[in-house]
């Protein structure tokens, strides 16, 4: 049984200063990753159509992350562990492309892409266990919630 003060210590660190200050620094650098290599894209026609295609994920993956910032900033009543896993979903599907594509070049004969896509792989790996706690600690929460609510007669 998690006593009151338990409840309030975790509360005091999830509405924190300090996670609202993370998620700035977030979409910050998510823009200013956008903003450069979306430039590039922009300014330098001449660049090979892989480098474009690469240069216009770089850019979808940082606006992805600024929107899931802005959106985790403004929620109100916000239940923190549906983000988290809203972030690991989104940090595994970018793993997966990456992956996907190093696995690309590689097939097309660029031997560099093979170390690329061992690190993607294991990344990816990474994030799918995280997204797998994510979501069952969810689960958990909201399962916790739903028999509180009927043990309050709501």
Same mark, same amino acid.
């Given at each position: 049984?998690?006593?009151? $003060? $338990? @409840?309030? %210590? !975790?509360? /005091? $660190?999830?509405?924190? /200063?300090? !996670?609202?200050? !993370?998620? @700035?620094?977030?979409?910050?650098? %998510?823009?200013? @990753?956008s903003g450069a290599v979306g430039s590039l894209l922009l300014t330098e026609p001449g660049l090979p159509l892989r480098t474009q295609a690469a240069f216009g994920a770089i850019v979808a993956i940082g606006a992805s992350w600024v929107g899931f910032g802005v959106w985790a900033l403004s929620t109100r009543r916000a239940l923190y562990a549906r983000q988290q896993v809203v972030a690991t979903r989104l940090a595994l599907v970018f793993g997966l492309l990456y992956t996907i594509g190093c696995l690309v070049l590689l097939a097309s004969g660029v031997r560099a892409a093979g170390a690329a896509a061992a690190f993607g792989g294991v990344l990816t790996m990474i994030a799918w266990w995280l997204q797998r706690r994510a979501s069952d600690r969810l689960a958990g929460l909201l399962a916790r919630r739903q028999a509180l609510e009927a043990g309050h007669g709501r």
């Open positions: 049984m998690i006593s009151a $003060d $338990d @409840v309030a %210590a !975790r509360l /005091t $660190d999830e509405l924190s /200063t300090p !996670r609202k200050i !993370r998620l @700035v620094a977030l979409i910050l650098l %998510a823009l200013g @990753v």
